[in-house]
């Protein structure tokens, strides 16, 4: 089965990445470090311009459909990093299977959400969690209702 995370935990396979365009350009800030050599990159974006986004694949249409067809690959493992209207729009189209957070023990008073106003009710099971020294923790769903 192919799995879609929603996940903050990176390797060193290269698998394909997909972003929100506000994501997307948090990570080109100065100082961001860089992707690992070998992944591959697909932003969804309605307004960034593809030519002007060397290395990365930009993807205005469908992101439901456009996932599916990465998913049609064998052995595939897609991750999508940050976008909370990027998740929303994989959950509708039931493309999400893991859904992974690490909650960091600082209180921001505000950020990027993890999803989206509107997401469709989706219920998760717990198949991982832990706790590190440093007061971080890492937990792991599956989506009850996913695409097979």
Do not use: C, N
Not at 54 to 76: F, K, Q, Y
Request: no cysteine; hydrophobic share 40%.
């Amino acid at each position: 089965m192919t799995r879609l995370s929603i996940s903050p935990r990176f390797t060193r396979r290269s698998i394909p990445f997909s972003l929100g365009r506000r994501t997307y350009e948090l990570t080109r800030q100065p100082g961001a470090p860089p992707w690992p050599a070998g992944w591959h990159l697909y932003v969804f974006s309605r307004t960034l311009a593809p030519e002007q986004h060397s290395g990365v694949t930009v993807i205005s249409g469908d992101a439901g459909a456009t996932v599916a067809g990465l998913r049609a690959a064998p052995g595939r493992e897609i991750w999508l990093f940050g976008g909370g209207s990027l998740f929303r729009s994989l959950l509708e189209a039931k493309q999400v299977d893991i859904v992974e957070v690490v909650i960091v023990p600082v209180m921001l008073g505000g950020g990027v959400p993890l999803l989206e106003t509107g997401a469709p009710l989706t219920r998760l099971s717990l198949v991982h969690s832990q706790s590190y020294p440093s007061g971080l923790v890492s937990l792991r769903y599956e989506v009850r209702d996913a695409a097979v």
